[in-house]
T-cell receptor, first 112, second 110 residues
């Protein structure tokens, strides 16, 4: 089945220790997104790629970076996680013209 | 600015209909979406509607769009306990980028 996969599902890191979250898709979609979601609030868009074009949200902290080495994979790097970065991180994909988004199951990040 | 608003909570009895409402602000939105999120999971697309449509029906789901009032609703017929979840309304604001509402928590009581 075509899908969006996120690894790991649960990640525990220490304050200040870099962490990388990964996302892969078998849908061959043009667009990939990274969202941060806290306490069942609205997902907050951090970045999105339209093919190789990178789009950074204005209020995404510098502590967060992203890479998309090819169509299928996208990574979220958190350089120095703080306690406030503990959240669910959601990856999603979409394609034109309808851009409905397909989400992965998320990675729950805990910062100790 | 772009903003999507939803009421935060809705409680219904099993077998009743649920209606979740949403207002949006970007009149140029081409598509509007409804997503469902169960605890600990990612969002799941339920349905979407093109902005030139008034209504879309898909099994137990009916979406109504009032473009003049920028009002979107999702009706779930014969609501079941498995429908308990958070429902997010979203609008397509910029070729691939969506703005999400804060979500409506639907509780279905037996």
């Amino acid at each position: 089945d075509a899908m969006v996969i996120q690894n790991p599902r649960y990640q525990v890191t220490q304050f200040g220790k870099p962490v990388t979250l990964s996302c892969s898709q078998t849908l061959n979609h043009n667009v990939m997104y990274w969202y941060q979601q806290k306490s069942s609030q609205a997902p907050k868009l951090l970045f999105h790629y339209y093919d190789k074009d990178f789009n950074n949200e204005a209020d995404t902290p510098d502590n967060f970076q992203s890479r998309r080495p090819n169509t299928s994979f996208c990574f979220l790097d958190i350089r120095s996680p703080g306690l406030g970065d503990a959240a669910m991180y959601l990856c999603a994909t979409s394609s034109p013209p309808t851009y409905e988004q397909f989400f992965g199951p998320g990675t729950r990040l805990t910062v100790l | 600015g772009e903003d999507v608003e939803q009421s935060l909570f809705l409680s219904v009895r099993e077998g009743d209909s649920s209606v979740i409402n949403c207002t949006y602000t970007d009149s140029s939105s081409t598509y509007l979406y409804w997503y469902k999120q169960e605890p600990g999971a990612g969002l799941q697309l339920l349905t979407y509607i093109f902005s030139n449509m008034d209504m879309k029906q898909d099994q137990r789901l009916t979406v109504l769009l009032n473009k003049k009032d920028k009002h979107l609703s999702l009706r779930i017929a014969d609501t079941q306990t498995g429908d308990s979840a958070i429902y997010f309304c979203a609008e397509d604001t910029n070729a691939g980028k969506s703005t999400f509402g804060d979500g409506t928590t639907l509780t279905v009581k037996p």
